[in-house]
């Protein structure tokens, strides 16, 4: 775009159906930090959010929470907070629906450097969005900071502990939902009341299953990230001692495992490795600038938990 390359990373939004927080978490900051790693940083970051919806639900400000934690306040003035369906909204009930979400959900992040556009579905619109980052200098992602730098484990970070605030809220309302419902069967007067409250206790005690199991998950989710890291050293010294020049097939692997990053874009820092020019021993503050790297976070659906 623009004459300049670059590359548009799609992610898993924090409100997934099919996901659970813990596992956008995970593959989110896995992606990041590999890809830092590789000497690559990010160079905006763009949020999508439905002009459409009827309202902000509890889980959407909780996902919009936990975002706001993985990118930290030094990366704000690399976000553009991107409102779209302006092809199917009146416009001016979707100007009054956007005014009234940035200023109860998003004016501290405004303030704080982010920046707002619309997307009608047009070609035009997405290049005027685009061109809203390209002139942004590379940033390092509290996300990214945390677990690099200061080592941190998953669960332990910012908005790990944000995760794990909310699936520990939600467990709490479904017990006592399951408590108070076994009570309810106790007192059912006829049996189809009791087979009710015994279905909801079943969907319950499955909610519940999968909180245990997330939270698990991130519990565990700092030893996954240690792993491939570890793996991405191994592979990138075993290649480093096999080639004297950069190959397709070593582009390609690098490529895969920095969340399919584009060829153009990974060709110098691989050749900088081959060439023994660069370190992957550790993280550094200084990586090559990308044009364009954009992570994108879409926040559309309802909580996979609710």
Known sequence: ????????????????????????????????????????RVTGIIYLLNIMGNRMTGSAIKNHVVFEKLCGTDSLKNLLIVTTHWDKMDFQDGSERESEIFEHFFQHMIDGGARTARHDNTPQSASNCLR???????????????????????????????????????????????????????????????KLFKEQNERYGKKLE?????????ENGNQHFTNKLADLQKQ?????????????????????????????????????????NTSASSPKETHGDIPFLVPILVSDSESRYE
């Not at 900051?29 to 690559?40: D, F």
């Not at 920095?258 to 081959?274: D, E, H, M, Y």
């Open 210 to 218: 999968a909180i245990e199991l997330a939270k698990h998950e991130l």
């Open 132 to 194: 809203k980052l390209l002139g942004n200098p590379p940033i390092i992602m509290s996300i990214q900071r945390e677990l690099l730098h200061q080592k941190l484990p998953l669960g332990e970070t910012a908005a790990g502990l944000a995760v794990n605030e909310e699936m520990s809220a939600v467990k709490k309302k479904l017990e006592e939902q399951y408590k108070e419902n076994l009570a309810n069967i106790q007192a059912a007067q006829n049996k189809r009341m009791e």
């Open 236 to 276: 990138m010294d075993e290649q480093s001692k096999a080639a004297s020049q950069p190959t397709r097939d070593y582009m390609l692997d690098v490529i895969e495992r920095v969340g399919k990053v584009l060829a153009p874009i990974a060709t110098a820092a691989i050749s900088n490795r081959l060439n023994g």
């Open 1 to 40: 775009m623009d004459g300049r390359e670059g590359c548009l990373v799609d992610t898993p939004g924090f409100d997934d159906t099919t996901l659970t927080e813990t596992e956008v978490l995970t593959q989110i900051s896995t992606w990041l930090a590999e890809t830092l790693y590789a000497g690559h």
